[in-house]
């Protein structure tokens, strides 16, 4: 840890990471787990080329407030096989939704793309999923090329070619004497930016429109950003989902563009509950700027370790 780590303090306690990586490979898969019983979460996907599990429960209309664990991962819509690993390392646990039957672990995934990056071959499966969930444990957590951010890359807009290398970060701000946290993956088509627009990865050429229309070279669906926000400010379903909106602004301030039809950015907001209650307008701020912190955090990490 460096001082300009983010500090364990404002992390919520009731979470946990793990990860599982494949450096060879460039692929990976993330886990958050929450301790009993679980978190009350909702999520958002915006973009035209989302790949996720059980994203539609978390709607407010729906039934169940409450998640067990949540699943980043690589490989494309193969890397939700993970999922079902999270779920067998949950249910030895005795955790998930009670029904007459048995208890149905609840674990939302959200997956990118990164097969063309190591060997396409190789993603994220059932085992991954059961090797992250064994491996969760407390703050710090690793950021760069790790998990869900091993094989990520932005700056596609155009062609793989001019491409730089991404990842998993890490950010925490306490706020009124709440706790919150963002774990975040950047696979944008986009480059990334600092709060002034100086280019953090990719390929420079994505901040004009103009030049965006002459380069323009990614074949669908390709990319996809990555955001779990956790907090311990009780929050109900649907200010969970507002929040979100507020995740996917905290991608647009670092991303160019963002929210492609290329892209599948989804953000899930889950609350461990616990803190002090701080207005929704406050968090929205806040949420925004963890999130776009995290996800530069990610890419700074992985270009450092090349």
């Known amino acids: 840890m460096t001082d300009d780590d983010p500090p ?72 939700l096989d993970a999922a079902a690993g999270v779920m067998r390392f949950l249910e030895v646990s005795g955790r998930g939704f009670p029904t007459p039957y048995g208890r149905v672990p609840i674990v939302p995934a959200a997956v990118l793309y990164d097969l063309g990056v190591g060997d396409p071959r190789v993603r994220p499966d059932a085992a991954a999923g059961h090797a992250a969930a064994s491996a969760a444990a407390g ?10 951010g091993a094989g990520a ?61 002459d380069v323009f070279a990614v074949p669908g669906g390709v990319a996809t950003t990555l955001v779990a926000v956790v907090t311990d400010a ?31 950015d989804t953000a899930f907001v889950s609350s461990v509950g616990g803190g002090p209650a701080v207005p929704l307008a406050v968090l929205g701020v806040v949420v925004q700027a963890v999130v776009a912190d995290a996800l530069l955090r990610g890419a700074r990490w992985a270009l450092a370790s090349v």
Do not use: Y
């Not at 009731?14 to 929450?34: E, I, K, M, S, Y």
């Not at 703050?139 to 869900?148: C, D, F, Q, R, S």
């Open 234 to 264: 009780p929050l109900t379903k649907p200010e969970a989902r507002s929040l979100a909106m507020a995740a996917h602004a905290g991608i647009a301030r670092v991303t160019r563009p963002s929210h492609t039809v290329h892209d599948g």
């Open 8 to 79: 364990c303090a404002a992390v919520p306690r009731g979470v946990r990471v793990g990860h599982w990586t494949d450096p060879v490979a460039r692929t990976g898969c993330t886990v958050l787990l929450f301790d009993a019983p679980g978190a009350v979460t909702s999520g958002l996907v915006l973009g035209g080329a989302p790949g996720s599990r059980e994203v539609a429960l978390l709607d407010p209309e729906k039934t169940i407030d409450r998640v067990d664990a949540l699943l980043l991962s690589g490989g494309s819509a193969f890397g």
């Open 139 to 148: 703050p710090p957590w690793p950021e760069g090329a790790v998990g869900a």
């Open 153 to 213: 890359t932005v700056g596609k807009i155009a062609g793989f070619e001019r491409a730089q290398r991404s990842g998993l970060g890490v950010a925490a701000r306490a706020v009124r004497g709440a706790r919150l946290a963002a774990v975040a993956v950047s696979n944008a088509v986009g480059d990334l930016v600092d709060e002034r627009g100086a280019l953090v990865a990719g390929s420079g050429l994505a901040g004009d429109p103009d030049v965006v229309a």
